[in-house]
């Protein structure tokens, strides 16, 4: 039976913000955390924390506009302006920071065995990404790391060379928010890394969320999130 709560996490700066957690029956298990789109930590967002945690994992998703807004939340397509207007005024560096302070409470918590992925979706794809790249707690970065159509990522490549651990990306070819040759861009960028993986699907932006009825792709969904899972298990299983 999974549960779920919120967790306080102290950022670097000496704020605290919040970030839903959802927990599996037993452990200590592998810890993922999620990073949110722009519509914050919502019902989707909680959904697919309690959906890792049925599969296994200690899911996190840390609330990445507490400087902003703290629990702003939106369901929809309705709610994509007021996303957009919180985008434009995120720190990337301190969210940066903040994601490395998540890593570190989650690495912290008992049920936590220690290793620890990533996924996000949308801005959060880009986050992911960024963790990947950046994220270091005592010199150890994340376990593994999953982007969903990081639309950010194209202005980000020149950092792919720090990232240590696996990646996998997942972007749809039908994308109005990301123009192919930038999938193209980032598939080039991937192409000589061992660990890294691209896979592109029949169709648009945010594909993977139930709670935007337009944006769903109940199949390319269903895919992707079972490359997830079992990307995972390969990566913080053994």
Known sequence: ?????????????????????????????????????????NDNIRG?????????YVALASDMFWRIEPRFERKDESGMADGFERVHQLDFQLAGSDITATLAHMRAMPACDGKVGGVGFCLGGTLAYLFAATSRVDGEGPNAAV????????????????IECPILLHYGDRDPYIPAQDID???????????????????????????????YDETSARVAWDRTIEFFDEHLRH
């Open 185 to 215: 861009a980032v598939e080039q960028a991937m192409a000589g890394r061992p660990n890294a993986t691209v896979h592109r699907y029949d169709a648009g932006h945010a594909f993977s969320n139930w709670d935007a009825p337009s944006m």
């Open 48 to 56: 697919l924390a309690e959906r890792l945690a049925a599969a296994g």
């Open 147 to 162: 982007s969903y159509y990081g639309s950010g990522i194209t202005g980000m490549l020149g950092l792919a060379e720090q």
């Open 1 to 41: 039976m999974v549960s779920s709560h919120y967790e306080k996490i102290t950022a670097a700066d000496g704020g605290v913000f919040d970030a839903f957690c959802a927990v599996p029956e037993t452990g200590p298990a592998p810890g993922v955390l999620i990073f949110q789109e722009i519509f914050g930590v």
